[in-house]
């Protein structure tokens, strides 16, 4: 499993977009690695941001980031907690408690930090954050992202890939008069015919 994978896993198999809690917050044991304590202390933090715990969810960013920070360069046996899930999971923290802009940055920082042969973690982040801009009704700016993730959806097989293009051809049609939705619904079109074939 890559560190991007890992992303994705440990932060939405705790919680998804609509807000459902699939609860795991492991703690970690006293004498694990650095990288051990911050992966449960971020997907706490996560968790607590969806309960609109701002204050615990701060706190266990702050303890991740620390964590992180005193790690050395080997990877414990979880897969490598990394800056680029920290990120990830700090996005999920700010989008939660309101940061919408804030979110957005966290999970191009995360993508920044992802390793190139991190395509599949990669995919789903440009994924989430087209997803995002969406629902802030920057509707111009997510057709921007969801053509990055196509251009890469085409060379990779992905089943988040496959559901962000779902996602894609569920959500354009709600806005025709939007200059860039029309190119792109048909490219999702093309995309998708492309995978099923």
Known sequence: ???GDLAVVLDLETHDENGGEKTWAAEAAPAAGPRLI???RGQQAAAAAMTDARHAAMGW???AESALARAD???DAVGGYDQAAYFFHESHVRWHLGDHDGSIA???RSNAARSPLERQGRLHCTGVIA???FRMRHIEAACQTWGMLLDEHVTISSARGDEHLKTILKA???YPSVPRVQEL???AHQVAALKAA
Do not use: N, V, Y
Request: glycine share 0%.
């Open 1 to 3: 499993m890559t560190t």
């Open 38 to 40: 911050a992966f449960p």
């Open 61 to 63: 960013l702050k303890e």
């Open 73 to 75: 360069d080997r990877r």
């Open 106 to 108: 966290s999970l191009r």
């Open 131 to 133: 997803e995002r801009q």
């Open 172 to 174: 354009l049609p709600a």
């Open 185 to 187: 619904e048909d490219r």
